[in-house]
Structures are given as C-alpha cells and as structure tokens.
C-alpha cells in the first residue's frame, strides 16, 4: 500500500528549530515533486516549499513567508523528504502535510499531517 508518513513537529519556541520528515513506502519517491503544506485553524490550506523529482535536478520553491527560514531537502536513497525549520514564528503554528507534487489539486499521495505549535 503506497503511503507517505510523516514524523518530526510539535511544539518550538518563538526562534526556535523544527525538522518534519516524509517517509515514503510502497513507492519510489524520487519520481515526484515533494511539496509542503500546511494548514492553520481558522485559514486556508497554503503551499509552503516544493522540491522537485530527480529529473528536474530537485528544484526548489518557497513561500515568501518561509524564504530564509525554511529549508526543504530530500534523501532519495532514504525514500524520504525533509522540511528544516528555523527562526519559527507563532504564525508557523499549523498542521503541516507533505504530498507527492508542488501543488496540491495534482497531488496522488498525501502525509497524515503533522502538528507544528510555536509558542511565544
């Protein structure tokens, strides 16, 4: 059964560091995109960074209100995608999805999402 699980979040202080992980099983990862997203109460979904597969040589995008802070990176030989997070703010605080595309209405896979809360 293909899936992607993911692990890592929880609760940061303001400027603190997160890491969030997305392990995939049942398929090779690297022939997608890996995008992260994440969802705060209240808001609309919104796209965070992508990363692309091996063939577009894993570019990446960001969000303005992520660029500088957060790092997104993948280990093809681990299956998995990773999303460092640095100097978090209390507007971070939300539940972070990764997919298997950059965006989410082509996205065939989904993470089970995970709780991010950074307070200040």
């Known amino acids: 059964q293909p899936r992607l699980v993911q692990s890592g979040g929880g609760l940061a202080q303001v400027g603190g560091s997160l890491r969030l992980s997305c392990a995939a099983s049942?398929?090779?990862?690297?022939?997608?995109?890996i995008g992260w997203f994440r969802q705060a109460p209240g808001k609309q979904r919104e796209a965070v960074s992508c990363?692309?597969?091996?063939?577009?040589?894993?570019?990446?995008w960001y969000a303005d209100s992520v660029k500088g802070r957060f790092t997104i990176s993948r280990d093809n030989d681990l299956n998995t995608g990773y999303l460092q997070m640095n100097s978090l703010k209390p507007e971070d605080t939300a539940v972070y999805y990764c997919?298997?595309?950059?965006?989410?209405?082509?996205?065939?896979?989904w993470g089970q999402g995970t709780q991010v809360t950074v307070s200040s």
């Open positions: 997919a298997t595309d950059c965006m989410a209405v082509a996205a065939t896979g």
């Open positions: 049942g398929f090779k990862l690297d022939h997608y995109p």
């Open positions: 990363i692309g597969n091996s063939d577009s040589g894993g570019d990446t």
